[in-house]
């Protein structure tokens, strides 16, 4: 059974840093694709961030610059770095894998394309 657990969340004001991690069990980390996404009320999920197997990431326009997505695979562990947060980074962020290790630039970042889901945590900003 493959669990997604998301850790990290909180309250920082703008301009501040925030650091998510994610550990993921019940595959083997390593050959999947794995990324971020946010939530905020009321609209879709919309793709952060990705990291597939060789490494390579992909981020969103709104985020190209502050955020960084790292892996551990030894830890199965995501993470991302949010630096430079603004009050529209506000969202419920979860951490997400694909049910394989690279998706092609057209699928990246899209929700559709990921199979395993967290539960989320809560990223709030404030001006």
């Known amino acids: 059974q493959v669990r997604v657990m998301e850790f990290g969340g909180g309250s920082v004001q703008a301009g501040g840093s925030l650091r998510l991690s994610c550990v993921v069990s019940?595959?083997?980390?390593?050959?999947?694709?794995v990324g971020w996404f946010r939530q905020r009320p009321g609209q879709d999920h919309e793709g952060v961030a990705d990291?597939?197997?060789?490494?390579?990431?992909s981020y969103a326009d709104s985020v190209e610059g502050r955020f960084t997505v790292t892996r551990d695979n030894a830890e199965n562990s995501l993470h991302l770095q949010m630096d430079n947060l603004k009050a529209e980074d506000t969202a419920m962020y979860y951490c997400?894998?694909?049910?394989?290790?690279?998706?092609?630039?057209?699928?990246?970042?899209?929700?559709?394309?990921?199979?395993?889901w967290g539960q989320g945590t809560q990223v709030t900003v404030s001006v």
């Open positions: 997400a894998a694909a049910p394989e290790g690279r998706l092609t630039p057209s699928r990246s970042l899209r929700p559709e394309e990921y199979i395993y």
């Open positions: 019940g595959l083997t980390f390593s050959r999947f694709c």
């Open positions: 990291i597939d197997s060789d490494g390579e990431t």
